[in-house]
């Protein structure tokens, strides 16, 4: 069993569409949560980070995270054509190296 | 444009045959992280710096695979004897500081493509 566990989709969703993105992971022992976006044949950049459970918000970008059920979300809102990209959900305990989960590929249509 | 750069972009190369890949990272990041992407699947961790020094070597898949870095700057993953199963993308990231107790960003560079045929 994968650390990290994220549907690789696609989804597909038209324009204006919330979109919610979810990992679930088993290490009880990650602290730090973020969600990276990656254009294709680019690397990935990060998007909202989250330390330990709860909410955070930036813009149209909620991420929230449920360490009693290991279970991390990101939500988009008023979906548009250019958020069309993977989404990487990754996470550690603190110390250095990122867990990744396998990115689920999201396509906003116009 | 101070991000982390990578090269070559892309690498073709035939079984068999030594490659090495190179990253720069962000100036002043002392931390350095090599991961690779495998077609359809998430990035695996593959080797972290701190400064000149490879605390956590962890990730690398076999003794096929090095990495080095000097001056705190530059670092070179080197893929000995390539098989078909290497073909992948190598990315690199760079971040301020070890991330000890507090987590610091890691800023990704475009990766190199790796072909081995």
């Known amino acids: 069993q994968k650390e990290v566990e994220q549907d690789p989709g696609p989804l597909s969703v038209p324009e204006g569409a919330i979109v919610s993105l979810n990992c679930t992971y088993s290490n009880s022992a990650f602290q730090y949560f973020m969600w990276y976006r990656q254009y294709s044949r680019k690397g990935p950049e990060l998007l909202m980070y989250t330390y330990s459970s709860g909410n955070k918000e930036d813009g149209r970008f909620t991420a929230q995270v449920d360490k009693s059920s290991k279970y991390i979300s990101l939500f988009i809102r008023d979906s548009q054509p250019s958020d069309s990209a993977t989404y990487l959900c990754a996470m550690n305990t603190g110390f250095q190296k990122l867990v990744f989960g396998t990115g689920t590929r999201l396509l906003v249509s116009p | 444009g101070a991000g982390v750069s990578q090269s070559p972009s892309n690498k073709v190369t035939e079984k068999g045959k030594d490659v090495e890949l190179r990253c720069d990272p962000i100036?002043?990041?002392?931390?350095l992280y090599w991961y690779r992407q495998r077609l359809g699947q998430g990035l695996e961790f593959l080797i972290y710096f701190q400064g000149n020094s490879a605390p956590d070597k962890s990730g690398l898949p076999s003794d096929r695979f090095s990495a080095e870095r000097t001056g705190e700057s530059v670092s070179t993953l080197t893929i000995q004897r390539t098989q078909q199963e290497d073909s992948a993308v190598y990315l690199c990231?760079?971040?301020?500081?070890?991330?000890?107790?507090?987590?610091?960003?890691?800023?990704f560079g475009p990766g190199t493509r790796l072909l081995v045929l």
């Open positions: 100036s002043g990041h002392t931390a």
């Open positions: 990231a760079s971040s301020s500081r070890t991330g000890g107790l507090h987590q610091e960003t890691q800023y």
